[in-house]
């Protein structure tokens, strides 16, 4: 079965992540990657919608294969280098967070334009702080580039578990969703925007994230 399967609807790149709770490892990384190059690689209209399956859209970092890699630092520069990707993507992008989005897979989710969330089951959660895995400048970029105030509080200094209801109250997903309808919202999303100027949208991305995107490209 793919870690990662790619479709097109219409001008709209659907990347469905299929590999039980998305965990970033090396195969999880490469296969993202591949899916990415193809959605850069491809002309004419196009937008990016990613999401999971079943209970997951990402549980973040795999601790475990990790644990026994040689070079742990320059993995998650790796996994840093995909948020890049996603936040700068010349083109509209929306996460159709169909179950839990945590730590890495939270961030990953922050990184896109628009997010949809399943309203009956999943979380969304940094919970760096109970795991004392602080974050890394890059991803602490790209959180407070999305995210401030009080919401920034509870998500980062508590490790708050946020539903659906209280994540678009707070700003950290832009609508609630029925699990059927999760990902052809998300797509509604972006859909209409396929035809932006691929060269202008970059350009306007970069200036906007410019910190973020040089510290977890840096």
Not at 58 to 67: P, Q, V
Not at 110 to 119: E, G, I, K, P, Q
Request: charged letters at 20%; glycine letters at 12%; hydrophobic letters at 45%.
């Amino acid at each position: 079965m793919s870690i990662v399967d790619l479709k097109r609807e219409g001008d709209v790149f659907v990347l469905q992540m299929c590999a039980g709770e998305n965990r970033f490892n090396g195969d999880f990384v490469s296969a993202v990657n591949a899916a990415l190059d193809e959605v850069e690689a491809s002309g004419g209209p196009a937008a990016l919608v990613t999401t999971g399956e079943g209970k997951f859209y990402s549980n973040g970092l795999d601790l475990a294969w990790i644990g026994q890699q040689g070079d742990a630092h320059g993995f998650v520069r790796e996994v840093e280098g995909i948020f890049a990707r996603v936040l700068g993507l010349p083109m509209l992008t929306a996460a159709a967070i169909n179950g839990h989005a945590f730590a890495a897979g939270a961030m990953l989710a922050l990184a896109h334009d628009y997010r949809v969330m399943r309203n009956d089951r999943g979380y969304f959660c940094l919970p760096e702080i109970d795991i004392d895995i602080p974050f890394t400048p890059g991803m602490n970029a790209l959180i407070t580039s999305r995210l401030s105030g009080a919401t920034l509080r509870e998500t980062t200094l508590t490790g708050a578990r946020v539903a659906a209801g209280d994540a678009v109250r707070m700003g950290i997903v832009d609508e609630a969703a029925e699990e059927n309808e999760v990902l052809a919202k998300a797509v509604a999303c972006v859909a209409p925007h396929t035809g932006k100027n691929r060269a202008t949208m970059q350009a306007i991305k970069g200036e906007q994230h410019k910190r973020a995107l040089g510290l977890l490209t840096g």
